[in-house]
């Protein structure tokens, strides 16, 4: 029977807590890491052993034997799962993040078994998911979607306190990370242009905050201050106390520097770019509104 799409295409994030996050929601194959854990006490008991008695783990008949269970649970999986989002959705394409089998939970020894047989597994699926319905497939550049809010667009680590929960420091969204991650990565397929593939992960990084402060220019409330607790009013903008935003907030800090030294508010925009971001107008950064002394309603720059 023939292949019938009724999806352009659907973005599918890579993890092995959930084995695939679809854009769509669907989190498939949730069972494959607790699986993981196990086989690597195994293998590290069984490596443990072989060392003991003197032996190498790759002389071993057994750790062998292993190693190729390991590999063919890892392919059925992935087969399993790339087979199931196929039927549940029907893509036409499919949009992926760069594949990487690697988790910071599991021995140095699995994580290297899993990335040599991992890639491999997945390409040779999506090989023949071409040649038999006809769905192609493609990268896109992963660098920050996970740490990167779908509805605004603010990067953040602290927007991931949960592996599995996302919520966003600037707007205030709540998701399930995986999925948050799996729009960002469909998103990207439509403008590939701000996170090209192969573009190094701090390039990216340097884009994503630069169209934020191209959206935002301005500072949502003052800076926080170290001698004063409980500051009043908005939220605090939490860019001042995001690393990946240091090159702003030093700069918003000296436009904020420069109103007050003129001892009233400026009534022409400030002159003072802020951020990375070279291309804002300067007519649009750095003003400042309200009253500095009274902090609270200053600036407000952000959504409420
Ligand atoms: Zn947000």
Redesign the pocket.
Known sequence: MAYAPKAAFIALDFGLKALFATSEGDLLGRGVYDALIRYDQRLTTLARHIQRSGGKPRDSECYRRLVTTIRGFIKAEVNRVLNRIISLRRPKHLVLERLRFRSPGLSARLNRILQNCGRGVIIAKLTALEEELGVTSEEVNPAYSSQQ??????VDSRNRTEQARFR?R????RMSADVNAGRNVGERRSSPETTPVGRTKSAALAELVCRFNERWPRARTLPPDPGRKGQRGLPADPRWTNPYFRDWASAARLALGSASDLGNLPTTPALVAVGLNARVPIDRVGTVEGHPQTGSELVAGGPR
């Open positions: 809010c779908n509805c605004c667009g603010y966003c600037w707007c205030g969204a």
